[in-house]
């Protein structure tokens, strides 16, 4: 996700190494850089330009400064910021008070709008405990009536759906009216979309969303479209004023763009983000986890709690102190890499780890890629894979001959792991950065 954008940011901050300090000439090429970097994303002139106007008067404020943090970091530090705010600063909730709360659930035909619709039931029983009632009220294409009930089936939550019935408004009040019979306390309303904005799609949608007076209308969106997705999120937006948005196929080749421009657009806060045709492949929008990715510095915290399903907040508090006290070991690493196992769908996660996409960029990535490393690892001593700093030659010719690797090839893999777990640790150290350190300022 966001490859590009990370990469030629990445060149931005370059500018500034061997630097001693952040002058008004290092300062304005580095934040030309970014400039440059965000309108190839697809982020609109506009808004590019006003971040890094803002990014150029935070840094001069550093200027003459004579900072223990090196320029590159300190620029790293405030576009970060700059970033996170730009996506809205902080996470959205959505409002499932309500007996039975209900979410309409809008966008464009193709959009994502039914594979959404069976995810957020998915997230709402698992790690909210709700009993959803998926109700299909797309009267036009009785595919999509069948598509919802397969995801339905699929993860065990009820829809009701009406095949004879042309009128949504009817369809959806009769689904909350059968949620509440049936003790559902969450009701998910899947509307009709159609290829682009057309005034009677406007109207239709209107009209439910007037009739059933839902706690929460959310608004779904292809994140590929780029600055279309922003122009139709505020046409939408105009007339039916929904409460946040779902950004949708995220594990594409995403540039960037949309959700880089929709808080500022629309004024509508991300929601949530959705990266695959799997039913697990949801999570809710956090900007500052997202900043954090298109830095390159990986969302630790986003992995942990994928690898948790249920975040198991002991588990990271630990796994957070051994990474900041440098501590993080190869029996560590093996752990992470059997839950990535567990999770499939290893090319997103990836991302989310620290210094590994870098790592595994070149890759063929599938779930057999870390049997090396696996193999690497399992023909250590159980001090060697905790004490990663005790590894010499010798020790080094007697894995490799374990795994029946070349020696070449463990060194490799050492060296890479030196490499993260140093990245790993040096981000833990900034302000604002990682794992969840305080802000500041
Ligand atoms: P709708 O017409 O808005 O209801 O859209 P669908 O839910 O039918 O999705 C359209 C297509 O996009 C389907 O082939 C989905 O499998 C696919 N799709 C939906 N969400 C995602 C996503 O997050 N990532 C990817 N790669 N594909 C998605």
């Given at each position: 996700m966001f490859d590009s954008l990370s990469e030629r940011l990445e060149g931005a901050f370059k500018t500034l190494k061997g630097e001693s300090k952040l002058?008004?000439?290092?300062?304005?090429?580095s934040v030309k850089e970014i400039r440059r970097a965000l309108v190839a994303a697809d982020v609109n002139y506009k808004i590019a330009k006003e971040f890094t106007d803002t990014v150029k008067d935070k840094a001069l404020g550093q200027e003459n400064v004579l900072n223990a943090v090196k320029p590159g970091q300190l620029m790293v530090k405030i576009v970060n910021d700059e970033l996170v705010d730009l996506m809205g600063g902080t996470v959205t909730d959505i409002d499932i008070k309500g007996k039975p709360a209900v979410i309409l659930i809008a966008g464009l035909q193709g959009s994502g709008k039914t594979t959404f619709s069976g995810k957020l039931a998915y997230h709402l029983k698992g790690n909210r405990r709700k009993s959803p009632l998926l109700v299909a009220c797309d009267v036009y294409r009785p595919a999509a009536i069948n598509q919802l009930s397969v995801i339905g089936e699929q993860i065990n939550v009820p829809v009701y759906k009406e095949m004879d019935n042309q009128n949504p408004v009817e369809i959806a009040l009769k689904?909350?009216?059968?949620?509440?019979?049936?003790?559902?306390d969450v009701v998910i309303v899947d509307t009709a979309g159609r290829l682009s904005i057309d005034e009677k799609m406007m109207e239709e949608i209107s009209n439910v969303k007037e009739a059933i007076q839902p706690n929460?209308?959310?608004?779904?969106?292809?994140?590929?479209?780029?600055?279309?997705?922003?122009?139709?999120?505020?046409?939408?937006?105009?007339?039916?004023?929904y409460d946040g948005v779902v950004l949708t196929k995220l594990d594409g080749d995403t540039r960037g763009g949309a959700a880089l421009s929709i808080k500022y657009t629309v004024g509508k806060p991300i929601k949530f983000v959705s990266?695959?045709?799997?039913?697990?492949?949801?999570?809710?929008?956090?900007?500052?986890?997202?900043?954090?990715?298109?830095?390159?510095?990986g969302d630790i915290i986003s992995f942990v709690e994928k690898a948790e399903m249920q975040f198991d907040e002991e588990k990271a508090k630990k796994l957070e102190k051994k990474i900041r006290k440098n501590k993080?070991?190869?029996?560590?690493?093996?752990?992470?890499?059997?839950?990535?196992?567990?999770?499939?769908d290893l090319k997103s996660l990836?991302?989310?780890?620290?210094?590994?996409?870098?790592?595994?960029?070149?890759?063929?990535?599938?779930?057999?890629?870390?049997?090396?490393?696996?193999?690497?690892?399992?023909?250590?001593?159980?001090?060697?894979?905790n004490h990663p700093e005790l590894m010499n030659l010798s020790r080094k010719k007697r894995i490799a001959k374990g795994c029946g690797h070349s020696i070449e090839e463990v060194n490799l893999f050492l060296k890479q792991f030196d490499q993260m777990r140093k990245m790993m640790h040096k981000m833990s150290k900034m302000p604002g950065m990682g794992t969840g350190a305080p802000t500041g300022g």
């Open positions: 002058t008004e000439l290092n300062i304005a090429q689904g909350i009216a059968h949620a509440q019979a049936h003790g559902h929460e209308t959310l608004f779904v969106v292809d994140a590929m479209t780029g600055q279309d997705a922003v122009n139709t999120a505020k046409s939408f937006n105009d007339r039916i004023n990266m695959g045709e799997k039913m697990e492949t949801l999570d809710v929008f956090h900007p500052d986890r997202m900043a954090s990715r298109i830095l390159g510095m993080f070991d190869f029996n560590d690493f093996l752990e992470q890499i059997g839950q990535i196992r567990k999770m499939g990836i991302n989310m780890i620290p210094g590994m996409s870098k790592m595994t960029k070149n890759l063929d990535i599938d779930d057999s890629a870390f049997n090396k490393v696996e193999a690497i690892i399992f023909s250590m001593t159980p001090q060697e894979r």
